[in-house]
């Protein structure tokens, strides 16, 4: 699975090199949406682990 960081990796180095003509709220943007992403893969890991917990408790579903 892929982090955040390397999710990013292209952009960062993108923003990197165009650094001294972007405006704060670009930056600003750009921070808000790795915040975002960071907290939907996060709840994604809850949830993911919530389901195999069910899973693994639950026989497995034949059809007969």
Do not use: K, W
Request: aromatic letters at 2%; charged letters at 30%; a negative charge.
């Amino acid at each position: 699975m892929t982090t955040i960081d390397e999710r990013f990796d292209r952009i960062d180095a993108s923003i990197e090199r165009l650094a001294e003509r972007l405006t704060g709220p670009i930056l600003g943007l750009r921070e808000e949406t790795r915040t975002g992403i960071q907290a939907l893969n996060s709840r994604m890991d809850v949830l993911s682990a919530v389901l195999t917990g069910i899973d693994s408790r639950l026989p497995a579903l034949t059809n007969q």
